[in-house]
C-alpha cells in the first residue's frame, strides 16, 4: 500500500482549525509545485468571498517527510459545531488520527473535551497540538497542565505552533506522519466504502465524499448503497486535490469521491456503506443513524407574491443540504410558507442567510421550536413541532419536551452567574468538577427547548466569553407546557405562538412583549401588544404614535423630490409583514425570543 | 389626472438680496445676472408658447422676484402676456420679500394686471428673524403688507414660518394675532425644516442650533390649525390657510392634483400629463441656463415619466395633505388600503365620508405615513 495517513483537525470553536488548515495546503503545496500552492488559495479566496462556508472540505496534501518518504496525507475537514456532530462523528470514523487543536490562551474549551470522547471513540491516534503560541497571551504550561488533567493525554507529546505566523507546521506534518498509524484494509476483500459527506455539482449531481476500507472499485462498476439498497453505476472516481483528480480506481485505505448519476444529496446518506452489487460485504460499516432535526422554524417570504420563487429556492438549496427537512406551512398572519427542521441554531442560521444571500430571497423565520410529545385523553400521541398545532388543553392527558445534558467549561469565578443562568433556564442536577485548578466543568439536565434560542450568547455575555458549552439531546420528560399566544393591535398573530413550561409562561410574555415593543416601529396610531393563555392576558406593552411625519413644506412644482423620500420609506416597509394594520420588521418573528443584555 | 384643467404658469428668479438660513431654494445673492437671466427667460418662453398656449394661473417664485426693478419687471411681464394668454379670470401672484417692496414696483405689477401678492413675512419677531437669516425687520414686513393693500391687491398672502427654537408659543401667538389683525386672505405657515446643505442645517449639524422636537412641532401645528380656523380660515392644506375657499391657491393646486404646469427659468419643474405623466425640470445654474439658452437649447436637466405607481404614491401623498382627501376610487387596486383605513379612522386620523379619505387635523400631521401605507 502507498504512504497514506488519514486524518481530521478537531478543536473549539475558533481554536484556529480553518487556518491550520490553510497553513497546511499552503506548506505542503509549496513543496511540491508553486503553481499548485497559489491556485489552491486563489480557489478557496473565492468561496470566502462567496460567505460560503468551506464544510467538509477533504484534500490531499503530498508531503516528503523529514526522513525523505513521500505521503499522501489526506485531511477530512469536519464541520466545526454540536449541530453537525454526527457529521462529525463519520468523518472521524474515516481517520486513523486527529490533530486535537488547543488555542495557547483560551486553554480546553468544552468542545475539545466533546471532540476528544469522539475522537477516543474511533479509536484514533490523537497528537494534541498546542496553537496560538505567538500571542502575548499564550500560557503553554496552563494548556499543557489542561492536557494532562482535563483531558488526560501526555502533554510532552504536545505539538507547539502558531497557524497564522506559521510556526511548528513542519513539526505538525511530521507528527501526522510518525503517529498515526497508515490505514489497514484488505484490497482484495469485498468492498467496504464509509460515506462521510456529500456535495452537490451542478454539472455532475450528487457527488459522496468516501473512504475505502476493503475493496476497490472504479468506473462501470454497479455499487450499492447498503441502508437505501439503491444501486448506481459509478461513472467517476478520484482524489480531492486541487479540482477532482479522476483516478482508474479507489482501493483499501485511500478517501475519494464517488459519481454516480445521483441526482441530489439527499439520496445520499451520510454514514452508509457503499459496497458493489456483485459482490457485497455482509455487514456494513458501525454507526449509521438517520439525523433527525431537532430545531424547527417555519420560513415565509415576506411578500406573498414571492412564494413561488421560496418554492424554487429551497428546492435548489435542498440539493445541496441533506439535513434541511421541510413541508409546507400556512399561516393566517404570514400566508403560504414552510416548515423546516434544522440540526440545530447554526444550521438555521446558515440555512436563512444562504437563503437570503444566495438565493435572494426575502423571508420570515419565526422564533424556533422543538418538538414536543403530547399524549391526548383518548390515548393518541402526538409530536408537535408548530406551536399552531398545540392540541385542545382540555384533550391533553399529559405533555414532555426533550432535554440534553449542557456541559459548560469555565473559570471557576464565574460558577455563580453561571449557576444563576442555568437554574433560570430550568437546568437542574448540577454536578461540578474541578479538572485544574480555577477551572470548573459543569454538567446539568435541561430542557433543550431552553437553549435553542440564545443561551450561549447569555453565556458568553456572563462570562465574558471565557465559558464553553456543549450539549447532546438525552431524552423526553414529562413537562407542564401551556401555548402562549401574542396579540398585536388586538390580533392573535399565530406565528408570533410559542408552546412554553407553565412556570415560565409569564417571563417569557413579558420578555416577547418588551421586545416587540422595540421591534416594531412606531406606527401613526397605538399599537398594544399582549401575551395570552387561553384568553388570559398575562403581559402587556404599547407602543406610542408617533405626532408628526410630515415635511411640512411641499411648495412649488418639484414633487418629484418629495416622492423620492416617499418611495424610499415604502422601500423600507418592503422589508416588513403587514399584520392586520401593523408593520412588523422582518427580524422581530425570531428575535422576540433573544433575551436583551442587561 | 387633470388633463381638462387649464395649467399653471411659474416663473423662477433666482435672485435674493442675501441667502436665508433655512432656505434650500436654487438662488443666487448677486444681481449681477439679471439681465442675462431675463434675456434667457425670455427666450424660454418662445420655446413652449405652441405647447403651452393659454394658463389660467402665473406664479412668480424665487427667489425673490421683488429684487427686479421695475423695468425689469416690466419686461419680464410685457414677454409673457405676449407670449402666453391668460383666460378671462386668471390668479397672478407675485412673491414679494419686505426688504425689496416699494410702491412703485406695486403699481408697475398692477398695471401689468397682477392680482396677488405672496409677502415673505416669518415672523414678527425680529429675534426669530435673526435666527432665520432674513433681510428685513417686523416693521420692514409690517410697512410692506400695508403698502400691498394701497396699491390695491385685494389678495394677499402672508408666509410665517414656525417652530423655532427662539419662539414660544405665546411669541408665535403675538405674531398671528399682528397678523390677523391685517385680515390677509392667506396665510401660509410653514414648520422649520433643516434641510441639508442649508446653512441652518450645518449650525444644526455643528450642534449650535437645534430642533424643537416631535412633541412641540406637533404642538405648534395643532395649536396653529385651531386657532386660525376660529378666526374664520379654512385650514385647506397642511401648510396653508384661507380667509375664504375663494382665496386658496389656484396655482398651488394644481401642484397638488396633477394640474398641468410650466415652470421657467432655472431650476423650476413642469408638468405635462399627456400623453403619459411627465415631468421635467431644468438646470439649477443661472450661468448654464443663460447658455444653453443662448445656444437655442431647452435648458433641461433631467425629467421622469411617472408610472403609474409613482403617480398614485404622489397623488396619495399631495391628496392627503389637502382638506379635500383622497377619492376613494383611487385606492380601487390598493385592497390591502380598507383595513389601514378602518385602523386610521378608528384612531381619528381620517374621516371618511362622500366616498373621500379626509385627514383631520391630527392626520394632517402623519400624513406621509398615511400615504405610505395606503401605497402597500
Ligand atoms: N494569533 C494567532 N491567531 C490565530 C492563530 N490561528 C488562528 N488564529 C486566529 O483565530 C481566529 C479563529 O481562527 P479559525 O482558523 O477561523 O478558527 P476555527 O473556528 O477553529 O476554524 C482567526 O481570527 C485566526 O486568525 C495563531 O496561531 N495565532
Ligand atoms: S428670500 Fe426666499 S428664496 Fe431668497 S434666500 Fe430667503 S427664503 Fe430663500
Ligand atoms: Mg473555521
Redesign the interface.
Known amino acids: 500500500m502507498r504512504q497514506i495517513r488519514n486524518f481530521s483537525i478537531i478543536a473549539h470553536i475558533d481554536h484556529g482549525k480553518s487556518t491550520l488548515a490553510d497553513r497546511l495546503i499552503q506548506y505542503t503545496g509549496v513543496v511540491k509545485d508553486r503553481q499548485f500552492r497559489d491556485q489552491i488559495l486563489d480557489n478557496m479566496d473565492i468561496e470566502r468571498e462567496r460567505g460560503i462556508t468551506i464544510k467538509s472540505q477533504t484534500v490531499v496534501l503530498p508531503y516528503k517527510s523529514r526522513s525523505g518518504e513521500i505521503f499522501e496525507l489526506n485531511l477530512i475537514d469536519t464541520p466545526g459545531h454540536a449541530d453537525f456532530s454526527y457529521e462529525v462523528s463519520r468523518a472521524l470514523a474515516s481517520c486513523e488520527g486527529v490533530l486535537l487543536l488547543i488555542d495557547a490562551s483560551q486553554g480546553v474549551q468544552a468542545q475539545t473535551i466533546a471532540n476528544l470522547y469522539a475522537a477516543m471513540e474511533h479509536d484514533l491516534a490523537i497528537i494534541p497540538v498546542i496553537n496560538k503560541i505567538d500571542l502575548p497571551s499564550a500560557d503553554i504550561d496552563s494548556a499543557r497542565e489542561q492536557i494532562e488533567n482535563d483531558l488526560g493525554l501526555d502533554s510532552d507529546n504536545a505539538v507547539l505552533c502558531s497557524a497564522k505566523e506559521g510556526i511548528g507546521i513542519e513539526e505538525v506534518l511530521e507528527a501526522i506522519v510518525t503517529r498515526v498509524p497508515p490505514p489497514t484494509g484488505d484490497i482484495e476483500k469485498p468492498l467496504s466504502a464509509l460515506i462521510f459527506d456529500a456535495h452537490y455539482d451542478p454539472f455532475r449531481g450528487a457527488i459522496a465524499s468516501c473512504r475505502i476500507f476493503d475493496g476497490k472499485f472504479g468506473p462501470g462498476d454497479i455499487i450499492r448503497f447498503m441502508s437505501s439498497g439503491a444501486a448506481y453505476k459509478v461513472e467517476e472516481v478520484g482524489f480531492f486535490r486541487l479540482f477532482r483528480d479522476p483516478q482508474k480506481v479507489l482501493s483499501a485505505g485511500s478517501v475519494g469521491y464517488v459519481i454516480a448519476g445521483i441526482k441530489t444529496v439527499s439520496d445520499i446518506r451520510i454514514g452508509d456503506t457503499m459496497t458493489l452489487d456483485s459482490n457485497p460485504v455482509s455487514t456494513p460499516q458501525p454507526g449509521f443513524k438517520d439525523v433527525k432535526p431537532v430545531v424547527f422554524s417555519s420560513i415565509y417570504p415576506i411578500s406573498s407574491d414571492d412564494y413561488p420563487a421560496l418554492v424554487d429556492a429551497l428546492e435548489k438549496y435542498k440539493l445541496n443540504d441533506a439535513a434541511l427537512v421541510y413541508q409546507k406551512d400556512s399561516s393566517i398572519a404570514l400566508g403560504q410558507g414552510f416548515r423546516c427542521g434544522f440540526l440545530g441554531l447554526l444550521h438555521l442560521d446558515i440555512v436563512q442567510e444562504r437563503l437570503e444571500r444566495e438565493f435572494d430571497q426575502s423571508i420570515i423565520m419565526t422564533a424556533p421550536s422543538v418538538q414536543y410529545q403530547f399524549t391526548l385523553n383518548d390515548g393518541t400521541d402526538l409530536t408537535v413541532e408548530n406551536p399552531q398545532y398545540y392540541p385542545d388543553p382540555v384533550d391533553i392527558q399529559q405533555s414532555r419536551e426533550p432535554y440534553i445534558k449542557a456541559v459548560i467549561i469555565l473559570p471557576e469565578r464565574y460558577m455563580g452567574v453561571v449557576m444563576k443562568l442555568c437554574l433560570e433556564r430550568r437546568g437542574s442536577n448540577p454536578r461540578v468538577v474541578y479538572p485544574t485548578p480555577g477551572r470548573v466543568e459543569t454538567t446539568f439536565d435541561m430542557p433543550l427547548a431552553e437553549v435553542v434560542f440564545d443561551f450561549y450568547d447569555r453565556l458568553k455575555t456572563v462570562t465574558q466569553g471565557y465559558g464553553s458549552f456543549d450539549y447532546e439531546i438525552t431524552e423526553y420528560r414529562v413537562s407542564d407546557l401551556v401555548k402562549l399566544d401574542i396579540l398585536v393591535?388586538g390580533e392573535r398573530v399565530d406565528a408570533l405562538s410559542l408552546i412554553v413550561h407553565r412556570e415560565r409562561a409569564r417571563d417569557w410574555g413579558v420578555q416577547v412583549c418588551d421586545r416587540l415593543k422595540e421591534e416594531i416601529p412606531r406606527?401613526?396610531?397605538?399599537i398594544a401588544i399582549q401575551g395570552a393563555i387561553g384568553g388570559k392576558i398575562i403581559s402587556r406593552s404599547t407602543i406610542s404614535?408617533?405626532?408628526?411625519?410630515?415635511?411640512?413644506?411641499?411648495?412649488?412644482?418639484?414633487?418629484?423630490r418629495?416622492?423620492k423620500?416617499?418611495?424610499k420609506?415604502?422601500k423600507g416597509?418592503k422589508r416588513m409583514k403587514?399584520v392586520?394594520?401593523v408593520?412588523i420588521p422582518q427580524s422581530a418573528f425570531v428575535s422576540v425570543l433573544k433575551t436583551k443584555d442587561e | 389626472m387633470n388633463s381638462q384643467e387649464i395649467p399653471g404658469l411659474y416663473i423662477h428668479t433666482p435672485f435674493c438680496r442675501s441667502k436665508c438660513f433655512y432656505c434650500d431654494f436654487y438662488s443666487v445673492a448677486s444681481r449681477a445676472e439679471i439681465p442675462a437671466w431675463l434675456e434667457a427667460v425670455r427666450a424660454e418662453m418662445k420655446l413652449y408658447k405652441e405647447e403651452f398656449p393659454a394658463f389660467d394661473s402665473l406664479y412668480l417664485g424665487g427667489g425673490t422676484p421683488s429684487v427686479l426693478e421695475e423695468r425689469d419687471l416690466a419686461a419680464l411681464l410685457e414677454s409673457i402676456l405676449q407670449n402666453f394668454a391668460f383666460g378671462a379670470d386668471p390668479e397672478m401672484t407675485m412673491e414679494a420679500n419686505p426688504e425689496s417692496l416699494s410702491p412703485e414696483k406695486l403699481k408697475t405689477l398692477r398695471d401689468f394686471g397682477l392680482n396677488r401678492i405672496s409677502l415673505g413675512v416669518q415672523s414678527l419677531e425680529d429675534s426669530d428673524l435673526k435666527y432665520l437669516g432674513r433681510a428685513h425687520s417686523a416693521g420692514q414686513a409690517l410697512r410692506a403688507f400695508e403698502a400691498c393693500r394701497s396699491a390695491g391687491f385685494s389678495n394677499v398672502s402672508v408666509d410665517l414660518i414656525y417652530g423655532l427654537e427662539t419662539q414660544s408659543l405665546k411669541s408665535w401667538k403675538k405674531t398671528l394675532d399682528t397678523i390677523l389683525e391685517l385680515r390677509p386672505e392667506h396665510i401660509s405657515c410653514y414648520q422649520l425644516t433643516f434641510e441639508k446643505g442649508t446653512a441652518l442645517w450645518k449650525k444644526k449639524e455643528a450642534g449650535r442650533v437645534r430642533s424643537i422636537g416631535e412633541k412641540m412641532e406637533a404642538a405648534f401645528f395643532l395649536w396653529t390649525s385651531r386657532y386660525l380656523q376660529r378666526r374664520g380660515y379654512c385650514h385647506y392644506e397642511v401648510s396653508n390657510f384661507a380667509a375664504g375657499r375663494e382665496f386658496l391657491c389656484r396655482h398651488n393646486r394644481k401642484y397638488w392634483r396633477h394640474v398641468p404646469y410650466l415652470g421657467l427659468g432655472p431650476s423650476a419643474h413642469s408638468l405635462a400629463v399627456v400623453p403619459q405623466p411627465r415631468r421635467w425640470w431644468n438646470v439649477k445654474s443661472v450661468r448654464e441656463y443663460c447658455r444653453l439658452l443662448g445656444e437655442g437649447k431647452a435648458p433641461v436637466a433631467g425629467w421622469e415619466f411617472l408610472s403609474r405607481e409613482q403617480f398614485d404614491l404622489e397623488t396619495f401623498d399631495l391628496a392627503l395633505r389637502t382638506d379635500e382627501g383622497l377619492d376613494m376610487a383611487a385606492l380601487k387596486d390598493y385592497p390591502q388600503s380598507q383595513r389601514v383605513l378602518a385602523q386610521w379612522q378608528k384612531s381619528g386620523l381620517v374621516r371618511l365620508s362622500e366616498g373621500r379619505v379626509r385627514p383631520t387635523r391630527r392626520g394632517f400631521l402623519v400624513a406621509d405615513s398615511l400615504a405610505v401605507m395606503l401605497a402597500g
Open positions: 393591535n406606527h401613526n396610531f397605538k404614535p408617533f405626532r408628526k411625519d410630515v415635511i411640512a413644506k411641499c411648495y412649488g412644482g418639484d414633487i418629484s418629495k416622492r423620500l416617499l418611495e420609506q415604502k416597509k403587514m392586520g394594520s408593520m
